[in-house]
C-alpha cells in the first residue's frame, strides 16, 4: 500500500458507511448480513487512520432516522453493536484508540449503554486516534441540543445572551474539542448528507464514492485521502491569497 506523500492528510475524517443493504441484496442474504461485513470495514478504515497518522474519525453507524427501519433490522443492529463492542475493544484499547459515542445513548437498552460507557471510560486516556462512533445521531439534534444548553445557561443567569457567538456556541456541540471535519466520505452512490454532522461540516471537503461500504478497504481510504490532497481549500479567500499563504 501506498502512503500518501504530500502532507495533506485531514486531521478529522466523518464516514457515512452506507451501502450495507444492497451489498447484502446483491449475494441474496439478509441485509443484516451486510451489517456485519462492514465490521471488517470498520478495521480497516481504523488501522489506515493509525498508519496515516490521522488523529480524529468519526463513523455514522445509525441514525436518528433508521429507528424508522424494520423492527427485525433495528434489533439485528443492536445486536451487532453489542457483539462488535465486546469483540473489538480490546484491540482498540492496545493500539490506543479512544473510543466515544456521540448521539441520543439514553434511547438504548442498558445493556448496550453499559457497555458505550464502559468502552470510553477504559479507552479516555488513549490518543493515538479519537474514534467517535455516532449512534442514534442527528445533526439537527445536535445543534437543538447545543441550543437548549445555551438556553439554560442563559435562563440561569450564567450567560449573557450577547456572549453566544460561533465560538461559544460550537463548545457545546458533540466533539467541539476535536479538530473540525476535514474530509467527509460517503460510501454507497449516495450524494447527500443524511444529517451527519451538519454543524461541524461547515467547511469539509466532500467526497463520495459508489463503493459500498462493507467493500471499503485501506486502498480506499487512501483514494479519499488523495482526493482531498489535491483540493484547494480557501476558507473564502482567493486562490491566489492561497497561494501565497
Ligand atoms: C448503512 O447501510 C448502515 C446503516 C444505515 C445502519 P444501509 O443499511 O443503509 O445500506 P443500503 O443503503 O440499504 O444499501
Ligand atoms: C445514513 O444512511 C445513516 C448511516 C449510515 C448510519 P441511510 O441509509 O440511513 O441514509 P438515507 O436514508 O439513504 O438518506
Ligand atoms: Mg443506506
Request: with cysteine.
Amino acid at each position: 500500500m501506498t502512503t500518501t506523500e504530500h502532507k495533506h492528510v485531514p486531521r478529522h475524517i466523518g464516514i457515512v458507511m452506507d451501502g450495507n443493504g444492497r451489498w447484502a441484496k446483491a449475494r441474496h442474504r439478509p441485509r443484516s448480513f451486510g451489517h456485519n461485513a462492514g465490521r471488517k470495514a470498520v478495521r480497516e478504515v481504523v488501522e489506515g487512520c493509525l498508519r496515516q497518522g490521522v488523529e480524529s474519525l468519526t463513523l455514522f453507524a445509525f441514525s436518528s432516522e433508521n429507528w424508522l427501519r424494520p423492527e427485525d433490522e433495528v434489533s439485528a443492529l443492536m445486536d451487532l453493536f453489542v457483539r462488535a463492542l465486546d469483540k473489538e475493544v480490546d484491540e482498540l484499547h492496545s493500539n490506543g484508540v479512544r473510543l466515544r459515542f456521540i448521539g441520543e445513548l439514553d434511547a438504548f437498552e442498558e445493556p448496550l449503554q453499559k457497555r458505550m460507557l464502559v468502552a470510553m471510560k477504559r479507552t479516555a486516556s488513549n490518543d493515538k486516534l479519537h474514534m467517535n462512533i455516532a449512534v442514534n445521531y442527528g445533526g439537527r439534534w445536535d445543534i437543538v441540543q447545543a441550543a437548549r444548553k445555551a438556553a439554560i445557561a442563559v435562563a440561569r443567569g450564567d450567560l449573557p445572551v450577547e456572549a453566544i457567538d460561533e465560538a461559544a456556541f460550537n463548545r457545546w456541540t458533540c466533539l467541539s474539542e476535536l479538530p473540525p471535519l476535514d474530509l467527509f466520505i460517503r460510501t454507497g452512490g449516495d450524494r447527500r448528507v443524511s444529517n451527519f454532522l451538519l454543524w461541524q461540516l461547515a467547511y469539509a471537503e466532500l467526497y463520495f464514492t459508489d463503493t459500498l461500504w462493507p467493500d471499503f478497504n485501506q486502498v480506499s481510504l487512501q483514494h479519499a485521502i488523495d482526493d482531498f490532497a489535491r483540493r484547494e481549500r480557501r476558507f473564502g479567500r482567493t486562490g491566489d491569497q492561497v497561494a501565497q499563504a
